[in-house]
């Protein structure tokens, strides 16, 4: 089945560490996103990626870097920068800005 | 600014109630609005595309309309399957390669 496929579903962070979310799409899908969900705040977009090699800044991009080197992945780094980063992550996938995202299942992300 | 409002925030429902869902949009030349599903610690589900005012879709118990300003997502004698948090999206700006918009999302709870 095609879906997206993020892992892992749940991730510890020590102090001073940076942690990479797994983003995995086989649905042939141009463009990837990653979203921030935190509880009464709604999706907020960090990063996104329209094509291969390419990708733009969100609306809350500080802390956080991505990479998009395959069209299938689109990799998260939370960076040691990002001071609160606790939070439910979650990336989606469309043919381009205008047709329907498809979401994976997220990865909830703690500070130990 | 491009800006995206659902309201209400919660929704309670005795099974069989039904009731509207609203979301109102400010965007230069909409390119669609997007409704979505989501279920606790799961990722959005997409469930309807709405392209241009006057337009309708239904699936089950749901159905989706549009107008200029806003849209309304109707449930007509809600189950307590229904219960989840439905959420509206629409593209920022005019350009192909842009990101989604989310609203904050209502909250429905349907009790037997």
């Known amino acids: 089945d095609g879906g997206i496929t993020q892992s892992p579903k749940y991730l510890f962070r020590k102090e001073g560490q940076n942690v990479t979310l797994s983003c995995e799409q086989n649905l042939n899908h141009d463009a990837m996103y990653w979203y921030r969900q935190d509880p009464g705040q709604g999706l907020r977009l960090i990063y996104y990626s329209q094509i291969v090699n390419d990708f733009q800044k969100g609306d809350i991009a500080e802390g956080y870097s991505v990479s998009r080197e395959k069209k299938e992945s689109f990799p998260l780094t939370v960076t040691s920068a990002q001071k609160n980063p606790t939070a439910f992550y979650l990336c989606a996938s469309s043919m381009d800005g205008f047709q329907p995202q498809h979401f994976g299942d997220g990865t909830r992300l703690s500070i130990l | 600014e491009d800006q995206v409002t659902q309201s209400p925030e919660a929704l309670r429902l005795q099974e069989g109630e039904s009731s509207s869902l609203n979301c109102s949009y400010t965007v230069s030349g909409l390119r669609g609005l997007f409704w979505y599903r989501q279920d606790p610690g799961k990722g959005p589900e997409f469930l309807f595309t709405?392209?241009?005012a006057g337009e309708e879709k239904e699936k089950e118990r749901l159905k989706a309309t549009l107008t200029k300003k806003e849209s309304f997502l109707h449930i007509t004698a809600p189950k307590p399957e229904d219960s989840a948090t439905y959420l509206c999206?629409?593209?920022?700006?005019?350009?192909?390669?842009?990101?989604?918009?989310f609203g904050k999302g209502t909250t429905l709870s349907v009790s037997s």
């Open positions: 709405l392209y241009s």
């Open positions: 999206a629409v593209p920022r700006g005019n350009q192909a390669g842009t990101a989604l918009i």
